[in-house]
């Protein structure tokens, strides 16, 4: 696929989104940015704001692709996510019953509401597409995207995500309150129960692998992949840090950067890339000491100061 060919075929994914999302073109570019790094996206809002609807969109774009939604609740088991193995007694041997897991786009609605242990079930899958249940592991082809909600105000019967689970997302993402425009539209035409059962796939998933490689494919400078190592050194000896982030972070960044050029029209990543996204690649990878001030800010501040030493 021509690199005309791609970036126009990323806009059409956007712009066949943004008939159902209305007035979230940024956070539908981030999806898309997300989807073709390979990476997987915590997104975190308030009820309402169109989580699920985003998902559910995304899916519907591309063709071919087995989209399973898993509702988290606290009585939910590991097995009710990846399958387990139950005895055939015509065959006399265990057969596999396959979990929700074993499908392309995977929507983890409410995330926090069930415990760590069930949380875990994920780990492997996400690093690494596959699943191993009992004795046999069962690798994954094709695509693989993981979106999961979370409702950040929201404590009483939720369980925080553990450290290497939020390792596992590439980006943490907010849809945040349309404007008031965009509301209007809303409630006039209702998109979630309108537009979104009349979308048609208009990426089949052939076409989708050649954007991949062409997000693999876009330039970035040796001094923007040193300028992301050593914003994430800094968080790592900062003195509000009780953890920093770690190299699949840093790794996560310029991926994320290359998908995000490519998106915007770019074959070739430039240093706002570097500032616009390691806050969402890296905040949610950082845990700080008893202090007030948040991830966010800090890495803000961290981002801030190594894009200022990039030679011009």
């Not at 943004?18 to 073709?36: E, P, Q, S, W, Y």
């Not at 914003?231 to 972070?249: D, L």
Request: charged residues 25%; glycine residues 4%; negative net charge.
């Amino acid at each position: 696929m021509e690199f005309e060919q791609a970036t126009e075929l990323t806009h059409r994914l956007i712009s066949a989104m943004g008939r159902v999302i209305k007035g979230k073109n940024d956070f539908l570019k981030l999806l898309i940015t997300a989807l073709l790094a390979e990476g997987h996206v915590l997104v975190e809002d308030l009820p309402g704001t169109g989580k699920t609807t985003a998902v559910k969109t995304l899916s519907r774009i591309i063709g071919s692709l087995d989209f399973k939604r898993i509702q988290f609740t606290p009585d939910l088991l590991p097995y009710d996510i990846t399958g387990v193995e139950v005895w055939d007694p015509v065959s006399a041997s265990f057969v596999l019953k396959k979990g929700p897991v074993f499908a392309n786009i995977i929507l983890a609605d409410e995330i926090n509401r069930t415990t760590p242990k069930v949380q875990s079930a994920l780990l492997e899958v996400m690093a690494e597409k596959q699943v191993t249940i009992g004795t046999m592991t069962y690798p994954f082809e094709g695509l693989f995207f993981v979106a999961a909600t979370e409702n950040p105000i929201e404590f009483e019967g939720t369980y925080p995500l553990p450290e290497a689970q939020k390792d596992r997302f590439l980006m943490k993402l907010s849809i945040g309150y349309p404007d008031s425009e965009s509301e209007f539209e809303i409630i006039k035409t209702d998109p979630s129960a309108t537009s979104l059962e009349e979308l048609t796939p208009i990426c089949r998933p052939e076409e989708l692998n050649d954007l991949i490689d062409a997000a693999k494919s876009v330039y970035c400078d040796d001094k923007l992949i040193r300028c992301a190592v050593s914003i994430a050194e800094r968080t790592r000896n900062h003195s509000s840090v009780q953890m920093g982030v770690s190299p699949r972070g840093s790794l996560m960044l310029i991926k994320a950067c290359r998908a995000f050029a490519l998106v915007s029209g770019r074959d070739y990543v430039i240093d706002q890339d570097i500032a616009d996204l390691a806050p969402l690649v890296f905040a949610h990878r950082i845990r700080l000491k008893n202090v007030k001030k948040s991830a966010e800010s800090l890495i803000e501040e961290v981002t801030a100061v190594e894009i200022q030493k990039i030679p011009q």
